[in-house]
């Protein structure tokens, strides 16, 4: 069965409505893939936006900054916040300039933050975005200690209010312009890892992550010694 | 000579200070290498979000969208903006969770925008917007129509008040982390292109562009038919 958010004036796709999506499986895969998010929230009337971690947690996302962050701040304080994850596939190239674009996949999520200073959920927080970037990795990192948990300030946004928005295939010309002598076409774009470059203090005989071999989302590249 | 930004409240690198860079030529190399920014402005004291394609023109950056776009519109109205573009370039991983991090290079601007209604200066900012993903494209493809030009809001923003954030190298751990036996290190991440997909309307004879063999910023995949 697929499951649809219900859009909001605020998601509601408006221009380009073939590309919108609303299922929940789709927005979810999109979170999960990317690795960074731009947030944006209001203070004082001025636009503010960083980049940052963040995790998802089912119907949940966190992100997280040093505790003197005065955006997450802001955003810890109920107010409205946007965080957009774009994943870029290809370059598009048209005919037309007009009709040059990319190939993407992106989320938007609109809705008011909430501070999470409970230290069990602070900590699940943290274990959520690490394991984000590689599953796992929070059973083999070093927790975080208290003092270190309060030097961090988490938020915690619900995905009730999200919708993508997704373009993929050739080139989109005016019918005039496809006869034109002018190549078209696409140019994909896609990230790759590695090789992975220990750390010279590494102790003897420790391993590279479990899952650097079986990467969920990037390809890794020949040679690289963490296979 | 090294040409320095000067810092206001909103672009002073708070944390992380080592990681501020608010030289003009390293700002300008990051804002060159993106491919797509996030920009945010505040409608009714809410924050909204676009992932665009932009260009650089000197000390100018242009952004396009439909002629639609609200966002855009109150950009255009002299309301303030950011906009982000971000590099990831790896993973950080480090013994302790809290240490986690990736390498970076993101440049922020705030500023507000102005709206281009002059119609040369609105071809000429979509001119640099193409350039800036495939320099000389702008020469190959059809330019905008008149028609095409109305249907596109374009807003300029000085890059007058930017600054740059940049994290590169191993990983940080605190002293005492240093010798537990979990593996630290970096997993280093890039773009690549390729390889290309030719429309399958393209006349014979046309040749992909030029520059796709000589990429500015992306590392082509071996095999590429564009080579």
């Known amino acids: 069965m697929t499951t649809e958010r219900q859009p ?7 221009r380009h409505r ?24 209001c203070v004082d009337g001025v636009p503010w936006m960083i980049p940052t971690a963040y ?38 190239l048209a005919r037309s300039t007009f009709n040059h674009s990319f190939n993407y996949r992106s989320v938007v999520v609109f809705g008011r933050a909430e501070a999470v200073t409970d230290p069990p959920e602070k900590a699940h927080a943290l274990e959520v975005i690490v394991d984000h970037l590689l599953p796992g990795r929070s059973r083999e990192a070093r927790p975080p200690t208290d003092a270190e948990l309060r030097q961090t300030r988490v938020v915690r946004l619900a995905l009730d209010e999200a919708s993508a928005k997704i373009r993929r295939g050739p080139a989109s010309d005016q019918p005039d312009d496809v006869g034109l002598p002018i190549w078209a076409g696409v140019l994909p774009l ?3 890892a590695g090789p992975a470059e220990p750390d010279v203090h590494n102790q003897p005989g420790v391993a590279a992550p479990a899952g650097f071999d079986q990467p ?4 890794l590249e020949e040679g690289d010694p963490a296979r």
Chains 1, 2 share one sequence.
Do not use: K, Q
Request: charged content about 25%; some cysteine; overall charge negative.
């Open 18 to 41: 073939d590309r919108a999506s609303y299922e929940t499986a789709e927005i979810d895969a999109i979170l999960d893939e990317g690795m960074i998010c731009h947030v944006a929230a």
């Open 8 to 14: 909001t004036g605020r998601t509601r796709v408006r």
């Open 190 to 192: 896609r990230t790759v």
């Open 55 to 92: 995790g998802r947690d089912g119907d949940v996302l966190y992100l997280h900054g040093a505790a003197g962050n005065h955006l997450l701040a802001a955003a810890g304080d109920g107010g409205d916040v946007v965080v957009t994850v774009s994943l870029l596939d290809g370059m598009v």
């Open 216 to 219: 969920r989302r990037w390809s």
